[in-house]
């Protein structure tokens, strides 16, 4: 089972990406849970979102402490002891963000989603484009399975939007 933790700021979208990744990863044929941990979340403030991938299926129901990939929707939030805790050697963490020198031993990713998302939606909103960033680093799911996931949560131009942050951001990899 892969488990991964989503870190970011209330309204950015962290929630939405957990589920999304869920759905993606069942259209590839593998059992899924997204879920947000509850609080008294509100906009601007740190939020966590989790969520599980598995071959077989799962029966954890709790939050995940032990994550194998970290996804950090703002780079702002890499100073708290939450981002980091209960890494294991071998996790990953991907940011948005520019590249800057960090002290954990882990192996870290940066991608500038917000300057992507800026451009295409004209907000920062990154979730979807690091989405696209995580799948393409880990290939966990597909990109045919995100979009999918993608198209079942949003419509319209607010869809089309959001499936070019995904492939520009998959293809900027």
Known sequence: MVEIRFHGRGGQGAV??????????????KYAQG???????????PVKAFCR??????????????????IVLDQSLMHL???TD????????????????????????????TSLALRILGKDIVNTAMLGVF????GLVSLDSLLKAVGEN???????????LVKEAYNGN
């Open 16 to 29: 939405t990406a957990a589920s999304i990744l869920a759905r993606a990863a069942g259209f590839d044929d």
């Open 35 to 45: 879920f947000p941990a509850f609080g008294v979340e509100r906009r601007g403030a």
């Open 53 to 70: 991938i598995s071959e077989k299926q799962i029966n954890t129901r709790s939050q995940i402490y032990n994550p194998d990939y970290v």
């Open 81 to 83: 002891p939450e981002i």
């Open 86 to 113: 209960g890494l294991k050697p071998e996790s990953i963490v991907i940011v948005n963000g520019k590249q800057e020198k960090t002290n954990l031993r882990q192996k870290v990713h940066f991608y500038d989603a």
């Open 135 to 138: 799948a393409k680093k880990t």
């Open 154 to 164: 949003f419509t319209g131009k607010v869809l089309e939007l959001n499936t070019q």
